[in-house]
């Protein structure tokens, strides 16, 4: 297996110039510590704005180093599936050496998060599942722990988070990429890449910070699961995305 020497971060935006700016910012930390640790990975950054009606471009154009792409696909799925092609483009020689990260536009990536994909993708990873926290300030007290309760973080987790995601090129290519789908596009890639490869990771190491909003894009997406614990604190809430794992061969 051949060691990375360069990453394609893909972040799908729908109107976050409120959340974008600070979603790049974090994301230009992580980018100092890899170059720190890594001086000769490259990282290239794409925002898919999709849809964006908002000042979501200004906020891309704002950052040093990060590209654009816009969309009018109005799915999640048909992003990310676009800003990677656009990414691939770019260097399709050494796919087996490329790395795609993929975080969301409402998320914060911690310092060490580029730098933790990349060690795992060269100790021969096609697959990193990573984790994910909603901002606790954005959630009552209830709701926050027993989301805690429900998704304890750790090695082996059974999770499939598209805001804290990692494939090598030749995995995701060879598994059909992103499908262009309005929800559930991370577990159907995760499915996928399972199905051709065993060398999948699920670590807890490096979570990432993600809106606790409850208004999401999708109906059965993390804001509605979110949503459905605040309306209902202390009463135990159907995991939907678990299930789908389950019922896709996607669980652990």
Known sequence: MNPVDRVAVVIP????????????????AARQELARARPLVAVQVTVVLDRCTDRSAAAVLAHT????????????????????RQALAENMIHPDRTWIACTDADSLVPSQWLLRHVEIADRGADLLLGTVIPDPSELSDTAFDEWL??????????????????????????????????????????????????????????PVLTSARVHGR???????????????????????????????????
């Open 218 to 252: 999708t109906p059965g997406g993390f804001a509605g699961y979110l949503a459905a614990l605040q309306h209902r604190p202390g009463v135990p809430v159907a995991l939907d995305r678990t299930d789908l794992l389950v019922a896709g061969g996607g669980q652990q």
């Open 65 to 84: 180093g990060v590209r654009g792409v816009l969309s009018s696909a109005g799915m999640v799925g048909a992003a990310r599936r676009l800003g990677v």
């Open 149 to 206: 309760e429900l998704n304890p973080q750790h090695d082996g987790h059974p999770y499939v988070h598209g805001a804290n995601l990692g494939v090598r090129a030749t995995a995701y290519l060879d598994a059909g990429g992103f499908p262009s789908v309005s929800e559930h596009e991370d577990v159907l890639l995760a499915t996928a890449v399972r199905a051709i490869s065993d060398r999948v990771v699920s670590s807890a190491g490096c």
């Open 13 to 28: 935006a729908r109107n976050e110039e409120r959340r974008l700016d600070q979603c790049l910012r974090a994301l230009s």
